[in-house]
């Protein structure tokens, strides 16, 4: 069968590009598909195997390979344009516009879900505010596109024959705003590449891309005011505000290669979590390194850590990290101050084996199996 997959851009190597990695893997004869590809060709090579994509008009607009986020509007009209009239089987790699994509009856289209829109439905308000669009006649058009956008969304909730979410969370809001139900695969991490170590150095880290959700700032402020020792690799535009809030307790690393990450990593007493993540790659691999995750206790961290609330028990044979229920400065640091009175109980090779749930290896029979099931019964019923 003839196999097209639609992805909504490809600007950088991240977790998504990772899933696409892996699809690349299981079936190596898609023809791909996107809003906008300015992939470099080493990220090419691994993910798309050196093929090219079929791109959108947006492609083709001034900047429209790196200022692409300013044609939103015109997203679902370019999604739309994509021909795919070919192709028996569609799978859709999508967080923003891709599940849209117009298939016939006798076509399978499967939706590999990130998340819904996030900045058009649940982080509406966060985002309006954070981009500061809450106000003047720029604020009016962009809250009128994004309500044409989560329009447009609904409207596209049946095109899709199955849904497949990244996590139980993402599978609710799929419930909650398409009313669909999923099927839930893990994403792949690379667990493998973060290998266990026995010695854990006095200090605490972090690793992220320095943006307003991932909360780095309440991190950073936390760590602060315990002065506790914290390393905090990552760069992004809420950098300079991060790095006046640090104080001396704190070392911002910026960006650092993989192996130099991956070094810290192994040897801190716990990684530092604080945003409410669809999945969240980063928790998992720190796992991988056998270090425990003290994280904010919802969305994906949820489903990825073995953890418990300060007051809680912590089981030695299962528990993997500490949970603080609240994003502020006080929870966290009643978190850290639990997890130290109770650090011993922690041990490396239970969060390691927690870790290898997520595996590269799983994730791929586990998406192949699913989808040629779902691909036998579909055939079956036609």
Same mark, same amino acid.
């Given at each position: 069968?003839?196999?097209?997959?639609?992805?909504?851009?490809?600007?950088?190597?991240?977790?998504?590009?990772?899933?696409?990695?892996?699809?690349?893997?299981?079936?190596?004869?898609?023809?791909?598909?996107?809003?906008?590809?300015?992939?470099?060709?080493?990220?090419?090579?691994?993910?798309?195997?050196?093929?090219?994509?079929?791109?959108?008009?947006?492609?083709?607009?001034?900047?429209?390979?790196?200022?692409?986020?300013?044609?939103?509007?015109?997203?679902?009209?370019?999604?739309?344009?994509?021909?795919?009239?070919?192709?028996?089987?569609?799978?859709?790699? =999508?967080?923003?516009?891709?599940?849209?994509?117009?298939?016939?009856?006798?076509?399978?289209?499967?939706?590999?879900?990130?998340?819904?829109?996030?900045?058009?439905?649940?982080?509406?308000?966060?985002?309006?505010?954070?981009?500061?669009?809450?106000?003047?006649?720029?604020?009016?058009?962009?809250?009128?596109?994004?309500?044409?956008?989560?329009?447009?969304?609904?409207?596209?909730?049946?095109?899709?024959?199955?849904?497949?979410?990244?996590?139980?969370?993402?599978?609710?809001?799929?419930?909650?705003?398409?009313?669909?139900?999923?099927?839930?695969?893990?994403?792949?991490?690379?667990?493998?590449?973060?290998?266990?170590?026995?010695?854990?150095?006095?200090?605490?880290?972090?690793? =992220?891309?320095?943006?307003?959700?991932?909360?780095?700032?309440?991190?950073?402020?936390?760590?602060?005011?315990?002065?506790?020792?914290?390393?905090?690799?990552?760069?992004?535009?809420?950098?300079?505000?991060?790095?006046?809030?640090?104080?001396?307790?704190?070392?911002?690393?910026?960006?650092?290669?993989?192996?130099?990450?991956?070094?810290?990593?192994?040897?801190?007493?716990?990684?530092?979590?604080?945003?409410?993540?669809?999945?969240?790659?980063?928790?998992?691999?720190?796992?991988?390194?056998?270090?425990?995750?003290?994280?904010?206790?919802?969305?994906?961290?949820?489903?990825?850590?073995?953890?418990?609330?300060?007051?809680?028990?912590?089981? =030695?044979?299962?528990?993997?990290?500490?949970?603080?229920?609240?994003?502020?400065?006080? =929870?966290?640091?009643?978190?850290?101050?639990?997890?130290?009175?109770?650090?011993?109980?922690?041990?490396?090779?239970?969060?390691?084996?927690?870790?290898?749930?997520?595996?590269?290896?799983?994730?791929?029979?586990?998406?192949?199996?699913?989808?040629?099931?779902?691909?036998?019964?579909?055939?079956?019923?036609?």
């Amino acid at each position: 069968m003839k196999k097209a997959l639609i992805h909504d851009w490809y600007t950088v190597y991240g977790g998504a590009e990772r899933c696409v990695e892996s699809f690349t893997n299981i079936w190596d004869d898609f023809d791909h598909f996107s809003l906008i590809d300015n992939l470099s060709q080493k990220h090419r090579d691994v993910i798309l195997k050196g093929k090219h994509t079929k791109n959108s008009f947006v492609q083709k607009l001034p900047f429209g390979k790196t200022k692409y986020r300013s044609y939103l509007p015109l997203f679902p009209l370019a999604i739309e344009e994509l021909d795919l009239t070919d192709y028996e089987l569609v799978i859709s790699s =999508s967080s923003s516009v891709a599940k849209g994509v117009l298939t016939r009856p006798d076509q399978l289209h499967i939706s590999y879900v990130y998340s819904p829109v996030r900045y058009a439905w649940d982080l509406y308000s966060q985002y309006i505010k954070e981009a500061k669009l809450d106000r003047g006649i720029k604020g009016f058009f962009a809250r009128y596109f994004l309500f044409k956008l989560r329009l447009w969304d609904y409207s596209t909730a049946n095109r899709p024959d199955y849904y497949i979410a990244i996590s139980k969370y993402v599978a609710k809001r799929i419930k909650k705003i398409y009313n669909k139900e999923s099927i839930v695969i893990y994403p792949p991490v690379d667990t493998a590449s973060f290998t266990l170590t026995t010695s854990t150095s006095d200090y605490y880290i972090t690793c =992220s891309r320095m943006v307003p959700y991932k909360k780095i700032d309440l991190i950073v402020e936390a760590f602060s005011k315990t002065n506790k020792k914290l390393i905090v690799i990552g760069d992004g535009p809420d950098y300079k505000k991060i790095k006046k809030l640090a104080g001396p307790s704190v070392d911002l690393k910026g960006y650092i290669e993989k192996e130099e990450m991956q070094k810290l990593i192994k040897h801190a007493r716990a990684f530092i979590f604080a945003a409410e993540e669809d999945f969240g790659i980063a928790p998992i691999e720190a796992q991988a390194c056998g270090v425990p995750v003290i994280a904010y206790g919802k969305g994906g961290a949820l489903e990825t850590i073995q953890g418990v609330f300060p007051g809680e028990d912590i089981i =030695s044979t299962i528990s993997t990290g500490i949970f603080f229920d609240n994003q502020n400065v006080n =929870s966290l640091i009643e978190a850290l101050e639990y997890f130290e009175k109770n650090e011993s109980l922690f041990k490396k090779e239970i969060i390691r084996l927690n870790a290898e749930r997520f595996s590269i290896n799983r994730f791929e029979k586990e998406f192949k199996d699913t989808v040629e099931n779902v691909y036998k019964n579909w055939k079956e019923a036609q």
